[in-house]
């Protein structure tokens, strides 16, 4: 999961009643007025008022109580002056149009009913913004999710910037909810069934150019450069401008709201009219999210429904779906799990060991491999002179190829301009010798994990760094200690455990040891959340947090592969696999037979360049055959067990988010039953399933909880 992604639905009104006034405007009643409004403002301009939101607590706008209650308040001040014939709705904020509500607001609500209750609010809010007698043009520029989007979409008319931080998306689905004000029934009439499915089910941002191919924005501005004032903010004025002639152009019918349909729209919507056509798309889309989901996410098939109902009944229907489904989901144990791994995220993006005393701004990696060359990608794009060296040239060549494939993949996907591309590429330095080094901040070697190879780097970089430069280890499983055995100043010595591949994985294990300093650590994380990582930061151990958790898994996958299961079989079990006891000469025997995975061609399956579709590698069978045990008695358990023995500030990593993690597993599924299950396995499989003492004492005390 990248950025704050926040929930889009309206929370109360301190007032819920809304009046209809005699056909010239319409208003909400609202809280006695506040002394002096600081969430939203306006100005008319002309007989244009321009209504600006910006939250003063917050780096991103919020549908909070009090920007809604704002809201109401100027918009029945716009409604009621005659001389105001139209109004522009934008952000003073850098960045964001609004992010969507405070998850807050939903956990607050005591039962089902009240989040439904929560929900027709909403509804009934952005149905009077789009029953408006004043045209209102959505000003969008930056992050316009969840509430936002819906607000947007409410609106008469939408403008955006052509920024790359503009973005729309609707990312209630990845929190186990569905949109909550208005957005299952608006949106499929913007957008069409498939759009908007696709939009909702995956909650996927959708840049500003194709918003507008999609029909979803209106019309796009131009970004502007710096000038008196920062790009940013002339970029604001600009879209401010723009957006005042079209509120202008609607009321003088320069510019239609209805736009004429062309010959493709008009066969496309008489496709759409077809029933059988919409039942097929409702069919393919519920087959693709069983499919994905395994049914263990419950807000994916809600949305199906939600959309579904106000399409075939009617808008009523559907409203009335929208508000009680989403009443249901935000009650859910996979609503909560998933809004609790959000909250841990966002956590983790933080860096709660303060300011680092030296910024790091030049960085130089050991080794050029696929971690090596990983890490410098994730790097060189933030601006960070990045020195990558490797022992020979042949070597360090594909590092550098994979770094400019990388970008070059951006290029085509037009996310950077060739310039761009370039211009980011001048921030690395390739070399097979430590030249520039002197100069060096940081220094993260990701050579071969061998203790020896990793002493003498680690001698050769302190012969050559600055007294400052930290020295930090991407291995996966030697402790640090004993890495940082070999310094002379052991407080610089520190665990950055990337995961391959770089560029794609979010987590970022950072590994301290007893003589790790503060300043050493705060500096680690600073550079891993300029990469864009989420970072846990664990205690040195054999296998960190990660590995010790991965590890057992792995065990069981081998032991289950030598029992005679298919691999195919294997993944795909929704859930429950059990752990414990597999021959590691499995995995030994299929690397030296070259059998690597992806980024050899094979492993236990066959990867095909361009193909999605895999098959089982028919030579993993001899190895399997060598190695083959014979089953015990069928039984079953949660791998989840065995991650209470490594408890830590790391809850927030799970293989299946549904869960929440390992700990949030464990409150609801319950300590007593899982160590009752563990009990009779440890008799089939032995000590692997030996309940540590913390869920031994968790299991004794029902009141007991990870989370609280």
């Known amino acids: 999961m990248a950025g704050v992604r926040a929930l889009g639905v309206l929370s109360r ?18 809280a006695p007025a506040m002394l002096a409004r600081t969430h939203v403002n306006y100005e008319v301009k002309g007989d244009v008022a321009v209504v600006r939101i910006n939250d003063p607590n917050s780096k991103v706008n919020t549908l909070s109580i009090q920007m809604q209650n704002e809201m109401a308040e100027v918009m029945n001040e716009v409604w009621a002056d005659s001389a105001v014939q139209s109004a522009v709705l934008i952000s003073s904020k850098p960045g964001c149009f609004i992010a969507g509500a405070d998850i807050n607001m939903i956990q607050a609500c005591k039962n089902e009913e009240e989040v439904a209750k929560l929900s027709q609010e909403g509804q009934k809010m952005f149905e009077r913004i789009e029953k408006s007698p004043k045209p209102i043009v959505a000003a969008i520029n930056g992050s316009c999710l969840g509430g936002g ?23 209630e689905v990845m929190l186990g909810l569905l949109p909550g004000a208005g957005g299952t029934q608006r949106l499929p009439k913007m957008v069409g069934l498939p759009s908007a499915f696709d939009m909702m089910l ?16 209106d019309q796009l501005v131009d970004t502007l450069g710096p000038g008196l004032k920062s790009p940013e903010e002339r970029t604001i004025d600009y879209l401010e401008e723009i957006a005042i002639e079209c509120a202008k152009g609607i009321v003088n019918k ?28 409702y069919k393919t ?11 263990l996410y419950p807000a994916p098939l809600k949305i199906i429904e939600c959309v579904k109902t106000g399409v075939e009944q009617g808008p009523i229907a559907g409203y009335l779906a929208e508000s009680q489904n989403f009443g249901q989901l935000a009650k859910t144990s996979e609503s909560a799990a998933l809004i609790g791994l959000y909250h841990g995220q966002v956590a983790c993006k933080k860096n709660r060991f303060g300011a680092p005393q030296k910024e790091v701004k030049t960085l130089a990696i050991l080794g050029a491999g696929l971690m090596g060359a990983g890490v410098a990608q994730v790097t060189v794009d933030k601006g960070v002179h990045t020195i990558l060296k490797d022992t020979t040239l042949e070597g360090l060549a594909r590092g550098e190829q994979q770094v400019y494939k990388g970008l070059n993949d951006k290029t085509k996907k037009k996310n950077i301009t060739s310039f761009q591309r370039d211009s980011i590429l001048s921030n690395l330095t390739g070399q097979v010798d430590y030249s520039g080094f002197e100069k060096a901040d940081m220094v993260i070697e990701a050579v071969f994990e061998d203790i020896k190879i990793k002493h003498a780097v680690l001698k050769e970089v302190e012969a050559v760094v600055p007294p400052h430069c930290i020295f930090a280890s991407n291995t996966s499983a030697l402790p640090i ?22 560029d794609k994985m979010q987590l970022l294990e950072i590994i301290t040891t007893d003589q790790t300093s503060k300043d050493t650590t705060a500096s680690a994380v600073a550079v891993g959340l300029k990469q864009g990582k989420v970072i846990i930061v664990v205690g040195d151990g054999p296998g960190f947090y990660t590995t010790r958790c991965l590890g057992p898994m792995m065990a069981e996958v081998i032991r289950l592969l030598q029992e005679g299961v298919d691999p195919k079989k294997l993944d795909s079990k929704a859930f429950g696999p059990r752990f414990g006891g597999g021959n590691a000469e499995v995995l030994k025997t299929m690397v030296d037979r070259g059998f690597k995975g992806r980024k050899s061609g094979k492993g236990c399956y066959v990867y095909q360049p361009g193909l999605k579709t895999r098959e089982v590698n028919p030579d993993i069978g001899e190895i399997l055959e060598k190695y083959r045990l014979t089953p015990n ?29 390992p700990f949030r597993f464990i409150d609801n599924f319950g300590a007593d039953k899982l160590v009752e299950k563990m009990r009779r396995f440890e008799a089939v499989y032995g000590a692997p399933f030996t309940p540590c003492q913390l869920l031994l004492d ?3 005390d029902p009141s007991k909880r990870f989370h609280k």
Request: aromatic share 8%; net charge positive.
């Open 698 to 700: 968790h299991a004794k």
């Open 202 to 217: 995956t909650g996927r941002n959708i840049r500003a150019d194709k918003a507008k191919k999609m029909g979803l924005v």
């Open 633 to 661: 008695p069928a039984v079953r358990a949660f791998c989840t067990a065995r991650w209470t023995e490594t408890s830590g500030p790391c809850s927030a990593w799970d293989s299946l988010p549904v869960l929440g993690g």
């Open 285 to 295: 889309v519920h087959g693709k999210v069983m499919k994905q989901s395994k049914g």
């Open 13 to 30: 009104l301190t007032s819920r009643r809304y009046a209809l006034y005699a056909g010239t405007y319409r208003t909400f009643s609202v």
């Open 149 to 171: 989007l819906e607000f947007a979409i409410a609106c008469q008319y939408r403008v955006a910037t052509k920024s790359k931080k503009t973005v729309l998306g609707t990312p």
């Open 254 to 281: 320069t510019i239609p709201l209805r736009k004429e349909k062309g010959t493709m729209q008009k066969i496309q919507d008489y496709v759409m009219s077809l029933e059988f056509v919409r039942n097929q798309i």
């Open 481 to 502: 200690k004993n890495i940082a055995a070999a310094s002379k100043r052991p407080d610089k010595v520190i665990g950055m455990h990337y995961f391959s591949p770089v």
